[in-house]
């Protein structure tokens, strides 16, 4: 039995039975000498230490291993050389498999085809004609058709529009009508003749019709007689050769006076009455239009079943084809939301196959001035009133020409160009060969 060697270490009672709480010691200026060092790693229980790790501690130790080698041989010592580091088996790496070659990347895309897939519609758009020429029983030089569409405005993929939206400019019979400045500026001098008011609207402007409202008549201003109204239809298809709208001034029976003298006095003209409501006598009015072959505008305000209401109405006593449906104008930022969303469900309804809300649709987008912002004194960074009220207008009616409608009765003379040119540009259905380059263009400045 071997004998136990004593040793007597040079420390206190009282420090090793302190020590004796710890489980670690750490030692501070302290040297070790050891001949060899032993890790022992233990791999019981499916562990064992990281083989990433051991490997890289292997490197480390070769490292110091190389390094003392060197340094004995510098040092002219024996160092005797060292056999490789063996990597027990149960820590070794599989090699990385190499790294597969990197795709170029497309310069160009995948071919394909894509079809726009036809809507399922079964209704048509009742064709309304405004006007009459000579060899209709007239007098016009030309005479417009509305309606006709069986499919929503504009799809030409589809079913290109039979025909095209017309634009009337609105002419009043009161010089002290309230019109902005920069609408006054262009017919100022033309204020006190509604003839030749209306014929600078023609031959200057280009208006495809006139909207002439009678406000003379109105018991709040003149309350002009129905026969001073006849005079100023008469003097206006005199002084234009192109179909005419008459506007009355909102007085249910004073309206309906002077609807009955102008269809008995200007017969074959095929005018476009503006308008009948539900709170006027509809039997009265609508046998009016019917007896004296004229057109009537059905008003009702943003109300689709209230549309419905008022053409049942009118079925009893005129036909289809002398009906335009006008659901209200709203201007831009007071409404024209409300206003598209009527007039959309109208026109998608009477595609789908509804009897009664078939027919074509009028906008005054002329209520484009209504909104202050049109036409009141603004900020620099609103740009000037004569420019921000024709667009105010123009997009009020380029809006609305999305949702159908077929007849505008507008104000500004720029406005009227400007939805003319997108009107020509939507009817030939071509795609624009240049994009317009919106993200880097700058407008204005210096």
């Known amino acids: 039995m071997a004998k136990e060697r004593k040793v007597t270490l040079p420390i206190s009672a009282d420090l090793l039975e302190k020590l004796a709480n710890f489980q670690e010691i750490e030692l501070q200026d302290v ?100 006007g009459a020429t000579k060899s209709e029983g007239g007098t016009r030089s030309v005479s417009y058709t509305l309606g006709g569409q069986t499919a929503p405005a504009f799809y030409n993929f589809q079913a290109p529009p039979k025909n095209k939206p017309i634009i009337a400019l ?12 920069a609408v006054k500026m262009h017919f100022r001098e033309y204020l006190q003749d509604t003839g030749e008011w209306a014929r600078v609207c023609v031959e200057k402007y280009g208006a495809e019709m006139i909207n002439l409202h009678l406000l003379t008549i109105d018991p709040l201003i003149d309350d002009a007689s129905p026969k001073s109204a006849v005079k100023i239809v008469e003097d206006v298809l005199q002084a234009v050769d192109v179909p005419i709208s008459i506007g009355g001034c909102g007085d249910p029976q004073k309206d309906l006076a002077v609807f009955t003298a102008i269809s008995e006095q200007i017969e074959g003209e095929r005018l476009l009455i503006n308008s009948v409501t539900l709170d006027m006598d509809i039997e009265k009015s609508a046998k009016l239009i019917n007896d004296h072959d004229n057109v009537v505008v059905a008003f009702t305000s943003m109300d689709v079943n209230k549309a419905r209401e008022l053409n049942r109405k009118l079925y009893d006593h005129v036909d289809k084809s002398q009906i335009v449906m006008d659901t209200t104008t709203a201007a831009l930022g007071y409404g ?32 484009a001035w209504a909104a202050r912002e049109a036409w009141m004194k603004m900020g620099p960074e609103f740009a000037p009133r004569e420019l921000r009220g024709p667009i105010w207008e123009t997009i009020t009616g380029q809006t609305l020409l999305l949702t159908g409608v077929d007849y505008f009765m507008m104000m500004h003379p720029a406005a009227v160009n400007a939805l003319k040119q997108t009107i020509d540009n939507l009817m030939k259905g071509k795609n624009p060969t240049e994009t317009t380059n919106w993200v880097t263009v700058t407008v204005g400045g210096n």
């Open 31 to 130: 040297i070790i000498d050891l001949e060899e060092i032993e890790l022992s790693v233990s791999s019981s229980g499916g562990g064992g230490m990281n083989p990433v790790i051991m490997n890289r501690m292997a490197a480390e130790f070769a490292l110091i291993r190389d390094s003392a080698s060197r340094m004995s041989q510098v040092f002219g010592g024996g160092m005797p050389a060292m056999a490789p580091m063996a990597m027990p088996a149960q820590y070794a790496v599989a090699p990385v498999a190499p790294m597969a070659p990197i795709k170029a990347k497309p310069t160009s895309l995948i071919p394909a085809k894509t079809t726009i897939p036809p809507g399922d519609y079964v209704g048509e758009i009742v064709e309304v004609r405004l």
């Open 170 to 181: 609105d002419v009043f019979d009161w010089a002290k009508v309230p019109l902005s400045k």
């Open 336 to 367: 024209l939301d409300y206003a598209f969303t009527v007039m959309e469900r109208c026109r998608l309804a009477a595609l789908k196959g509804d009897p009664e809300l078939n027919h074509p649709m009028s906008s005054g987008t002329t209520n």
